[in-house]
């Protein structure tokens, strides 16, 4: 089934930067597109940015677009969503997620990593 | 870009009771949805894929169903397990949505 471990998050004042990653495993990780989605408190799921299996287009949400870089590393099944200029509003838990290519549904969910943005 | 509207947005119900949690996408995304169990402090889980394809472990009592633009995550007798946020997601195109989500509590 698989295993995806995010970690990066913490504390971060306004206007800073941070970079989320996720380790994956057990499943073929350079044939997956992969996904962020983020839940802010006592909000609902929100996706954040999609990068294909092979890094060669990527897509965000209009609310991070422009702040937010999401990359990955094939050779070190390693996923990455770069934070410039945080916000308030930024706060949440970010999870990673892996697509299945048959339906796009997200089948890998990570466990999460907590970013709060406060000064 | 696609919108999802998820009804209700909580409810509360007894084991044993039928639950019936409806998702409407506003524009057509033929069978490009999916269904999500949330439980706080946990990872979401993927029930259903493809608007009706219940995933390997998920417990027969979980039914999706719909198609178009509107769609229905069923519940045939609910367990004290089940209490937790269900999440629908269209997958038909970029940007992806969820749903707001619905809480589902245990009387």
């Known amino acids: 089934q698989g295993q995806l471990v995010e970690s990066g998050g913490g504390v971060v004042q306004p206007g800073r930067s941070l970079r989320l990653s996720c380790a994956a495993s057990g499943f073929t990780f350079r044939s997956s597109g992969m996904h962020w989605v983020r839940q802010a408190p006592g909000k609902g799921l929100e996706w954040v940015a999609i990068i294909l299996y092979d890094g060669s287009y990527q897509y965000y949400a209009d609310s991070v677009k422009g702040r937010f870089t999401i990359s990955r590393d094939n050779s070190k099944n390693t996923l990455f969503l770069q934070i410039h200029g945080v916000r308030p509003e930024d706060t949440a838990v970010y999870y990673c997620a892996k697509e299945t290519s048959k339906s796009g549904a997200f089948d890998v969910w990570g466990q999460g990593t907590m970013v709060t943005v406060s000064s | 870009d696609i919108q999802m509207t998820q009804s209700p947005f909580s409810m509360s119900a007894s084991v044993g009771d039928r639950v019936t949690i409806t998702c409407r996408a506003s524009q057509d995304i033929a069978n490009w949805l999916a269904w999500y169990q949330h439980k706080p402090g946990k990872a979401p889980q993927l029930l259903i894929s493809?608007?009706?394809d219940l995933q390997i472990g998920v417990p027969t009592r979980f039914s999706g169903s719909g198609s178009g633009t509107d769609f229905t995550l069923t519940i045939t007798s609910l367990q004290p397990e089940d209490s937790a946020t269900y999440y629908c997601q269209h997958a038909n195109a970029f940007p992806v949505a969820f749903g707001g989500g619905t809480k589902v509590h245990i009387k």
């Open positions: 493809s608007a009706s």
